[in-house]
């Protein structure tokens, strides 16, 4: 008699779930029979109708894991009592200390944070320098070297723009090096020369935030006159490119701190040098009933809510019962227009009473002629710029220090280890525990231990009865508190466990 033929499955088919030889078979027993045939797959499964899951990780046994590792740090009840020396305590005053320390670097933590989210500004002066040169001037070509003149319409002039924060401890009269000629670069059909050469002086003592970064854009108007060329008093524009999000410096031709420009003229002009701010957050120029309630003229978006906010509470015009809901006196309602305001629809109904800054206007003359340039001196102005404080780039680099990642990895790691050696711990005591109750009382606990043993194999093999069996029912079972069965390790483990299993093995 032949052999029965061994089942034989596709790989991309699931076999039937056998049961365990050991476990009761429930219901009658069927009748005897033959088997019946089972059909023999002649053809493999191609690999491209294997389900790809097959040999990818269960999406639960990554979790699984991780509920299996040990997390508490705590030294278990009861082991001071076996434990040579003051180990115990001392490692407990550890962790209280570490508790305090924890709680303390979170706390400075969260107030770094709180700082640098308050944008806070300081100003510093700003020192423009304005001067023009001259070449190929009629007064020029008179005293030339070969005596004769030559090219007397082809006078021209070269005005340098140049700005510079000032040092907290000096206050410089003039700029270094200002006969120093950039490069020339086109912008709006004009030639304007960035101070290319200024790498030179860029020492120490010059700040890293340089005179373009301040402006937006920088606009010279020229007055008209009636024997003026156009072509001569055409305006002179620059404009900041727009930078990338993730931009972190500005670009070569966006980043100097003099600015020029050359024309032809051989008389005297009057311009205008508009510089409009470049500010983050962008300040805003208020209306005169805003600026009454905050008693500012500029503001930010942010700063102009807070200080309506402190208005409101200063005067109390909130709503008992829905807080976000204003009663408007006199103030707001010329700004609002209404009796109640709801406070959400604040930021946006400013809107109309607040308006971009004017630009700062710099007046200048244009000399060409010989008295001026025998001692030319620059005409200089002082303005005030928004920087940001030194201290919160310091805050700012230090919650973005790579060595606080790296600590913060290194103490989970110690974490881990420490949470091990304290189940090994555990496990010690339960041992210390078990061999402890053996040598007290070695029959009685044998007896108790048997019992247990064969508890487990009937529910391991099913054959348990409800109710819990043999000692399953006993008085101790039915009592909780702290000194009952279900207030031991041992049961706290096994909950955790049946929790941490994924919802198909609960099925």
Same mark, same amino acid.
């Given at each position: 008699?032949?052999?029965?033929?061994?089942?034989?499955?596709?790989?991309?088919?699931?076999?039937?779930?056998?049961?365990?030889?050991?476990?009761?078979?429930?219901?009658?027993?069927?009748?005897?029979?033959?088997?019946?045939?089972?059909?023999?797959?002649?053809?493999?499964?191609?690999?491209?109708?294997?389900?790809?899951?097959r040999?990818?990780?269960?999406?639960?046994?990554? $979790?699984?894991?991780?509920?299996?590792?040990?997390?508490?740090?705590?030294?278990?009840?009861?082991?001071? @009592?076996?434990?040579?020396? =003051?180990?115990?305590?001392?490692?407990?005053?550890?962790?209280?200390?570490?508790?305090?320390l924890?709680?303390?670097?979170?706390?400075?933590?969260?107030?770094?944070?709180d700082?640098?989210?308050?944008?806070?500004?300081?100003?510093?002066?700003?020192?423009?320098?304005?001067?023009?040169?001259?070449?190929n *001037? &009629?007064w020029?070509?008179?005293?030339?070297?070969?005596?004769? /003149?030559?090219?007397?319409?082809?006078?021209?002039?070269?005005v340098?723009?140049?700005?510079?924060?000032?040092?907290?401890?000096?206050?410089?009269?003039?700029?270094?090096?200002?006969?120093?000629?950039?490069?020339?670069?086109?912008?709006?059909?004009?030639?304007?020369?960035?101070d290319?050469?200024?790498?030179?002086?860029?020492?120490?003592?010059?700040?890293?935030?340089?005179?373009?970064?301040?402006?937006?854009?920088?606009?010279?108007?020229?007055?008209?006159?009636?024997?003026?060329?156009? @072509?001569e008093?055409?305006?002179?524009?620059?404009?900041? &490119? &727009?930078?990338?999000?993730?931009?972190v410096?500005?670009?070569?031709?966006?980043?100097?701190?003099? +600015?020029?420009?050359?024309?032809?003229? *051989? =008389?005297?002009?009057?311009?205008?040098?508009?510089?409009?701010?470049?500010?983050?957050?962008?300040?805003?120029?208020?209306?005169?009933?805003? /600026?009454?309630?905050?008693?500012?003229?500029?503001?930010?978006?942010?700063?102009?809510?807070?200080?309506?906010?402190?208005?409101?509470?200063?005067?109390?015009? *909130?709503?008992?019962?829905?807080?976000?809901?204003?009663?408007?006196?006199?103030?707001?309602?010329?700004?609002?227009?209404?009796?109640?305001?709801?406070?959400?629809?604040?930021? =946006?109904?400013?809107?109309?009473?607040?308006?971009?800054?004017?630009?700062?206007?710099?007046?200048?003359?244009?000399?060409?002629? @010989?008295?001026?340039?025998?001692?030319?001196t620059?005409?200089?102005?002082?303005? *005030?710029?928004?920087v940001?404080?030194?201290?919160?780039?310091?805050?700012? $680099?230090?919650?973005?220090? &790579?060595?606080?990642?790296?600590?913060?990895?290194?103490?989970?790691?110690?974490?881990?280890?420490?949470?091990?050696?304290?189940?090994?711990?555990?496990?010690?005591?339960?041992?210390?525990?078990?061999?402890?109750?053996?040598?007290?009382?070695?029959?009685?606990?044998?007896?108790?231990?048997v019992?247990?043993?064969?508890?487990?194999?009937?529910?391991?093999?099913?054959?348990?009865?409800?109710?819990?069996?043999?000692?399953?029912?006993g008085? =101790?079972?039915?009592?909780?508190?702290?000194?009952?069965?279900?207030?031991?390790?041992?049961?706290?483990? /096994?909950?955790?466990?049946?929790?941490?299993?994924?919802?198909?093995? +609960?099925?």
């Open positions: 008699m032949n052999a029965p033929m061994p089942h034989n499955y596709g790989r991309g088919f699931p076999q039937a779930a056998q049961r365990s030889p050991a476990t009761p078979r429930r219901g009658p027993p069927g009748p005897a029979g033959p088997a019946m045939p089972v059909a023999i797959s002649q053809h493999p499964v191609p690999a491209q109708y294997i389900p790809p899951q040999n990818m990780a269960h999406p639960n046994d990554v $979790a699984l894991r991780r509920s299996r590792k040990p997390t508490d740090r705590n030294i278990p009840d009861g082991i001071e @009592e076996i434990v040579i020396g =003051e180990g115990v305590q001392q490692y407990r005053n550890l962790r209280e200390l570490e508790k305090r924890d709680a303390a670097i979170v706390r400075k933590r969260l107030d770094i944070q700082s640098i989210s308050k944008t806070v500004k300081k100003y510093r002066t700003m020192r423009i320098w304005i001067t023009n040169t001259v070449e *001037q &009629p020029q070509n008179a005293t030339s070297q070969n005596g004769s /003149a030559t090219n007397p319409g082809s006078g021209r002039y070269k340098r723009i140049e700005g510079r924060l000032l040092d907290d401890n000096t206050d410089p009269t003039a700029p270094e090096d200002s006969d120093d000629e950039g490069d020339a670069t086109q912008a709006n059909g004009e030639a304007m020369d960035h290319g050469k200024d790498g030179k002086k860029s020492g120490s003592k010059r700040s890293k935030q340089r005179f373009s970064h301040f402006v937006k854009s920088i606009t010279v108007d020229f007055d008209k006159t009636s024997t003026a060329n156009p @072509e008093i055409k305006t002179v524009n620059w404009t900041k &490119p &727009p930078l990338p999000a993730n931009a410096t500005l670009p070569p031709t966006a980043d100097f701190d003099s +600015l020029q420009f050359s024309r032809a003229s *051989q =008389e005297n002009l009057n311009v205008t040098v508009s510089l409009v701010r470049d500010e983050t957050p962008e300040r805003y120029k208020l209306s005169k009933e805003l /600026a009454e309630v905050l008693d500012v003229e500029e503001e930010t978006r942010s700063g102009i809510v807070l200080g309506i906010w402190d208005y409101i509470r200063a005067m109390g015009l *909130q709503e008992d019962e829905e807080k976000r809901l204003v009663r408007c006196d006199h103030r707001l309602r010329s700004i609002f227009g209404r009796d109640q305001m709801f406070f959400p629809q604040i930021p =946006e109904s400013i809107g109309p009473h607040t308006s971009s800054l004017d630009p700062i206007k710099l007046p200048y003359t244009i000399r060409v002629d @010989e008295e001026f340039h025998k001692d030319p620059p005409t200089v102005y002082d303005i *005030q710029v928004a940001e404080d030194p201290l919160r780039t310091k805050m700012l $680099a230090l919650t973005q220090n &790579p060595q606080y990642t790296a600590g913060l990895r290194q103490i989970s790691t110690l974490d881990d280890q420490v949470a091990l050696i304290v189940q090994a711990l555990t496990h010690s005591r339960a041992k210390h525990s078990f061999y402890t109750a053996l040598s007290k009382d070695p029959a009685t606990f044998v007896r108790r231990w019992n247990s043993q064969r508890r487990d194999l009937e529910t391991i093999l099913g054959e348990a009865t409800r109710g819990g069996g043999e000692d399953g029912t008085p =101790e079972f039915r009592r909780g508190g702290a000194d009952g069965a279900w207030d031991t390790p041992v049961a706290r483990e /096994a909950v955790r466990y049946m929790l941490a299993k994924p919802e198909a093995m +609960l099925r």
